[in-house]
Structures are given as C-alpha cells and as structure tokens.
C-alpha cells in the first residue's frame, strides 16, 4: 500500500546485504526471562521479609544474597541449556548427513511428502523435491526445519548467559532501592518501584510482539506482582505461626 513504512529496504543491493549476515541469533527471551525473574524472586523476599517484620538490613543481607547467588545460576543454567541446543542440533545435523548418504531415495520422499503435506503436487511437487535435493545443504536445513523445528541460528552460550545474568541483577536490584538509600515507607515505595519494573519489561516485550505494549506491560506486571503477592502472605503467615 503506498505510504505505508514497511521494515525493511527491498532494493537489491540492500536484501543481498542484509541476506548475506545469515539468521541472527536472538536472546531477547534472555533478557526478558532474566529481568522478570529477578524482580521477582527479589521482591518476592522483600514482600516476605516485610510480612514477617524483618529489619532493613536483614532484607538487605537475603536480598543481596538472593541478587548474586540466584542470578549466577540462572546464568549458568541458561549457559548449559543453551549449550545443550547446539550440542544437539549437531547431533541431528549429523545424522541427516548420515540418511542421505546411506538412503538418499528414502530422504527424498520425506521432502517429497513435506512439500506434499504443504499443498504441492504433481510437476510442481517434483520440481521442487529435485531443486532442493540437487543442494546437500539446502537438503539438511529443509529436513531441520521440517522434521525437527530447529533453524541454524545457534545462540552463543556464553552470550545468553550474560543477558541472563545483567537483566536479573538490573531489574532484580530495583525492590532493593528503597531499603539501601533508607527511604520512607521503603516497603510501598519497593512494591511501586517494581510494578514499574514489570510493566517496563512487558511493555518492552511488546516490540517484538503484535499485541498493544500497554497489554503485554499488565500482563508481566500482574504475574509478577501475584508472585510478591504470595511471598508476603507466606512470610506474614509464618511470622503469626511462629509468634
């Protein structure tokens, strides 16, 4: 439609260069995963603690603790899990190698059905099983895609691990402001401080997403505070019990 701002640059020149970089990588779920995670186990012990009537310094000290410890491993399980994925995407690769150099007819009637099963047929059907057969590569990415949902953009581990570990100590540091700088009301002022933190995530999250930035932000926003929500009355609860 004319005036309508499309994403992209479609002259030549400019799709060769932007084909040319291959698929990027994206630890966007990283990012996200990390930052709503760590202001919510954060919060999640300064809602406890505060039901429970704790100090400020001892939320600090559990706080503190929970920001490094706990977000060191998720680091290092994002690390392994991420790890994990390329180490078996190596291991499918590999073995759809081995199919079309032992049983090449039997490969080519699993693109042919692929392509089958999208609504291709007859000549159509097998000019297309003969195009992308007639390229080994081109073979194994369609029998990855197709067969096992995986696509040849590996994240790297180490990669994944920092976004993990920075977005839960950024956003994980938030609930913890008020009690560092002593200021009044530090219990309300946390609760405000990381609503904003969670909507702030959520509505971000609306950049790579068609829905509304301010849905995505409620959305991530109430998650997060009924998880607060919880740790207090679990912490209250056990202040009454053990009082």
């Known amino acids: 439609m004319t005036g309508t701002k499309l994403e992209h640059s479609h002259i030549p020149d400019d799709i060769a260069s932007r084909l040319a970089t291959g698929p990027q990588a994206s630890y966007l779920r990283d990012w996200v995963y990390g930052g709503i ?6 919060f999640a012990i300064v809602a406890g603690s ?11 000290i559990l706080g503190v603790a929970n920001l490094l410890a706990d977000g060191f491993s998720m680091a ?6 991420s790890k994990s994925e390329i180490e078996d995407y190596a291991r499918l690769r590999a073995i759809e190698e081995k199919h079309i150099a032992l049983e090449p007819d039997g490969e080519r009637e699993e693109i042919r059905q692929i392509f089958k099963a999208r609504g291709f047929k007859d000549e159509d059907l097998e000019t297309l099983v003969r195009l992308v057969t007639a390229n080994k590569a081109t073979w ?33 540091s938030i609930p913890l402001l ?9 219990a309300t002022t946390a609760t405000a401080l990381t609503a904003l933190a969670f909507f702030a995530i959520g509505s971000t999250r609306a950049r790579w997403s068609q829905r509304h930035w301010f849905s995505c ?12 929500g919880i740790a207090y009355l679990v912490g209250h ?7």
């Open 217 to 228: 932000g409620f959305e991530t926003m109430a998650i997060g505070m009924l998880a607060a």
């Open 140 to 172: 194994i990415d369609t029998m990855m895609q197709a067969e096992y949902g995986m696509l040849d953009a590996p994240r790297t581990p180490f990669r994944a691990a920092l976004y993990t570990f920075a977005a839960f100590v950024l956003f994980g």
């Open 237 to 243: 609860g056990l202040q009454l019990v053990i009082s």
């Open 76 to 81: 290092a399980a994002n690390y392994s899990s």
């Open 50 to 60: 505060v039901g429970a009537d704790l100090s400020s310094r001892i939320i600090l």
């Open 37 to 42: 995670d760590g202001a919510v186990t954060t």
């Open 178 to 186: 008020p009690f560092i700088f002593s200021l009044s009301a530090s």
